[in-house]
């Protein structure tokens, strides 16, 4: 490849088109922010996570002014205060929570998905920023941090732990709990960290225990890591916690942070790659990046000679799968802090193959040179839609390695330090007190 790295100002461009989405795909009346560019498609609660706290991206790097960030900002604090907040099938959210989909227009519940307790946390993330970056603002910044303050103490974490150790999925008023729980690494360390920090509702420390109990140590060609399949797992927390320096008991143990743990997940994810045991079309050392995310199928077809199964959506991982030949270039790009190193040269290569042409937000969530039978990348499938799930990472990932703003933001939120030094983190940012001087009731 004649230029393997991207130039600062084609970063940007990536950052900027990427954000459009939330320009285009949220509805100004009650800021409420689409799952995916799908006709009819309702919102997604992470969406609007991710769109508030890209607005703090975006007034920083000139993409909206401060003025209408504001007025976003407020609109959908406002809603989400007023929305109703009960057990009955048809309203927004219950106990704080808040389900998974809403009406794009009407902000109740849709179809029948379940009150999620993951995608509240994105929401709450989002809201917390967001009330981080714009508190000092002259007119409204005292209003964006009451209400912030008020979402985030009503949401009753210790009602989701449905009188166990660790946080189940979410519930739904027709049956109950969901019988899953967050156990094993994951995404969810935003959430378990939320948990802890709350002052009205805090987690019991032991229920992080439990939850670090769940680990999986491996390892995986020449990497010892906690580990977890799909690449986005490693990722979403540290779009808005920065772990460089900080442990908590499990990590002191291993003697790394959790970044490092996501470095050495990323370098995995291009080995796997690389060795392509599978032996998929277009995989190799700038082409990777396997997550959960939409695929071809389900379909069943042979090339040359062997039987290959494409999936839909899959939660894909390595090295163990399930696989079948698809690749999330957003993903990649979520890992820009931890490996610039191979990250840019893959993002390079994805843009050399235009995977961005003829799309109006960037790269979408995944190709499959395989399933397509061809070299061409121009006739390669490509997923129908963008998702705001992996819109957001892009934007603030891009964010984090150019200037740690989300970092930043969140460093300085005292619900956030109080959940990190709850869960046991110490060291790094968090000095200058010492291990073990936590409040951890």
Same mark, same amino acid.
């Given at each position: 490849?004649?230029?393997?790295?991207?130039?600062?100002? #084609?970063?940007?461009?990536?950052?900027?088109?990427?954000? #459009?989405?939330?320009?285009?795909?949220?509805?100004?009346?009650? %800021?409420?922010?689409?799952?995916?560019?799908?006709?009819?498609?309702?919102?997604?609660?992470?969406?609007?996570?991710?769109?508030? +706290?890209?607005?703090?991206?975006?007034?920083?790097?000139?993409? *909206?002014?401060?003025?209408?960030?504001?007025?976003?900002?407020?609109?959908?604090?406002?809603?989400?205060?007023?929305?109703?907040?009960?057990?009955?099938?048809?309203?927004?959210?219950?106990?704080?929570?808040?389900?998974?989909?809403?009406?794009?227009?009407?902000?109740?519940?849709?179809?029948?998905?379940?009150?999620?307790?993951?995608?509240?946390?994105?929401?709450?993330?989002?809201?917390?920023?967001?009330?981080?970056?714009?508190?000092?603002?002259? /007119?409204?910044?005292?209003?964006?941090?009451?209400?912030?303050?008020?979402?985030?103490?009503?949401?009753?974490?210790?009602?989701?732990?449905?009188?166990?150790?660790?946080?189940?999925?979410?519930?739904?008023?027709?049956?109950? &709990?969901?019988?899953?729980?967050?156990?094993?690494? @994951?995404?969810?360390?935003?959430?378990?960290?939320?948990?802890?920090?709350?002052?009205?509702?805090?987690?019991?420390?032991? !229920?992080?225990?439990?939850?670090?109990?769940?680990?999986?140590?491996?390892?995986?060609?020449?990497?010892?890591?906690?580990?977890?399949?799909?690449?986005?797992?490693?990722?979403? +927390?540290?779009?808005?916690?920065? &772990?460089?320096?900080?442990?908590?008991?499990?990590?002191?143990?291993? %003697?790394?942070?959790?970044?490092?743990?996501?470095?050495? $997940?990323?370098?995995?994810?291009?080995?796997?790659?690389?060795?392509?045991?599978?032996?998929?079309?277009?995989?190799?050392?700038?082409?990777?990046?396997?997550?959960? !995310?939409?695929?071809?199928?389900?379909?069943?077809?042979?090339?040359?000679?062997?039987?290959?199964?494409?999936? %839909?959506?899959?939660? =894909?991982? /390595?090295?163990?799968?399930?696989? #079948?030949?698809?690749? !999330?270039?957003?993903?990649?790009?979520?890992?820009?802090?931890? $490996?610039?190193?191979?990250?840019?040269?893959?993002?390079?290569? &994805?843009?050399?193959?235009?995977?961005?042409?003829?799309?109006?937000?960037?790269?979408?969530?995944? &190709?499959?040179?395989?399933?397509?039978?061809?070299?061409?990348?121009?006739?390669?499938?490509?997923?129908?839609?963008?998702?705001?799930?992996?819109?957001?990472?892009?934007?603030? *990932?891009?964010?984090?390695?150019? +200037?740690?703003?989300?970092?930043?933001?969140?460093?300085?939120?005292?619900? /956030?330090?109080?959940?990190? =030094?709850? $869960?046991?983190?110490? %060291?790094?940012?968090? +000095?200058?007190?010492?291990?073990?001087? @936590?409040?951890?009731?």
């Amino acid at each position: 490849m004649n230029n393997p790295k991207l130039k600062p100002a #084609d970063l940007e461009a990536l950052q900027r088109v990427t954000f #459009d989405f939330f320009i285009h795909e949220t509805n100004l009346h009650n %800021g409420l922010t689409i799952d995916k560019t799908m006709e009819g498609a309702p919102a997604s609660i992470a969406s609007i996570g991710f769109a508030l +706290s890209a607005y703090t991206a975006a007034v920083e790097r000139g993409f *909206m002014t401060r003025s209408e960030a504001v007025r976003r900002v407020l609109t959908t604090l406002r809603f989400f205060r007023g929305s109703p907040q009960n057990a009955e099938p048809n309203s927004t959210g219950y106990k704080g929570f808040y389900y998974h989909f809403l009406d794009m227009k009407t902000g109740l519940r849709a179809e029948s998905c379940e009150l999620s307790t993951i995608d509240t946390a994105f929401l709450i993330a989002g809201i917390l920023t967001a009330a981080s970056y714009f508190r000092d603002d002259p /007119v409204n910044g005292a209003e964006i941090h009451t209400l912030a303050d008020e979402l985030y103490c009503r949401v009753d974490w210790t009602w989701a732990l449905d009188n166990g150790a660790t946080l189940t999925h979410g519930w739904k008023p027709e049956s109950g &709990f969901l019988k899953y729980r967050w156990n094993g690494y @994951a995404e969810a360390m935003i959430l378990y960290l939320l948990a802890l920090g709350s002052p009205t509702f805090a987690l019991p420390v032991s !229920s992080y225990s439990a939850w670090t109990e769940s680990y999986q140590w491996r390892k995986i060609y020449d990497d010892e890591f906690l580990f977890s399949g799909p690449l986005f797992t490693h990722q979403i +927390s540290h779009i808005w916690i920065d &772990f460089r320096g900080i442990q908590d008991d499990y990590m002191r143990d291993k %003697g790394i942070d959790y970044f490092e743990n996501s470095r050495r $997940a990323t370098y995995v994810q291009r080995e796997y790659a690389i060795r392509n045991p599978q032996k998929f079309d277009g995989y190799g050392e700038d082409c990777w990046g396997i997550t959960a !995310s939409e695929g071809p199928g389900p379909a069943v077809r042979e090339i040359n000679g062997v039987q290959r199964e494409f999936l %839909g959506y899959a939660a =894909r991982g /390595v090295p163990d799968g399930p696989d #079948d030949g698809s690749i !999330s270039p957003w993903v990649v790009v979520g890992s820009l802090p931890f $490996a610039p190193e191979i990250v840019l040269p893959a993002v390079r290569h &994805f843009v050399d193959i235009e995977l961005r042409e003829r799309n109006p937000y960037g790269f979408k969530g995944t &190709f499959n040179p395989t399933y397509s039978q061809t070299s061409d990348p121009s006739q390669y499938w490509v997923s129908p839609y963008h998702c705001g799930l992996n819109q957001g990472p892009v934007v603030l *990932m891009i964010e984090n390695y150019r +200037s740690g703003l989300i970092w930043r933001l969140m460093r300085r939120c005292p619900h /956030v330090v109080s959940g990190l =030094r709850r $869960a046991g983190f110490c %060291g790094g940012w968090l +000095s200058p007190h010492e291990c073990g001087d @936590a409040d951890k009731k």
